[in-house]
């Protein structure tokens, strides 16, 4: 146990240092991945406000009013994933609910299928994330050169 605050100074930067030689943050920034406050709020704004709240019991209508300190925070954590190319791993957790399927004998097992409700801040974290590597691909024409033939990107992938 360190015996000064200058003692855990040093190895709290010996340890981000050694971590940082072994896992490079690479700069995503140059490749315009980074979101603004602005682009979260279009992405929140675009989400259905009738979808049932994860293990976060956010309801996107109440996300679609948080004040704008708020929605920077946001940003702030989810240009936090991107530089460091790690998602929490509480925004993996889902909530399975089980639904009837209409016509089917809810007594047995089949009569059911299941619905992950996935939190919803890990939702607009990933809808960000893709968007900016979909721009990406369609700004460098990456699929379509790469290929050699023309893959449109579906508009569907945008879709929620």
Do not use: C
């Amino acid at each position: 146990m360190p015996s000064s605050d200058d003692e855990t100074h040093n190895m709290v930067e010996n340890a981000v240092s050694g971590f940082l030689l072994q896992n490079p943050i690479h700069p995503i920034n140059a490749l315009g991945l980074l979101t603004t406050p602005r682009k979260v709020r279009e992405i929140i704004s675009r989400t259905p406000s009738t979808k049932a709240p994860g293990p976060d019991n956010i309801q996107n209508l109440h996300l679609k009013n948080v004040p704008r300190k708020t929605l920077v925070q946001l940003t702030v954590i989810i240009n936090g994933i991107l530089q460091l190319q790690h998602f929490p791993g509480t925004w993996k957790k889902a909530i399975v609910v089980r639904v009837p399927k209409l016509g089917k004998n809810t007594q047995l097992q089949d009569g059911y299928r299941p619905i992950s409700l996935l939190s919803t801040l890990s939702k607009i974290a990933k809808r960000v994330i893709l968007e900016a590597i979909l721009e990406r691909v369609e700004e460098r024409d990456i699929i379509n050169s790469g290929f050699g033939h023309s893959t449109p990107l579906n508009s569907k992938w945008l879709e929620w």
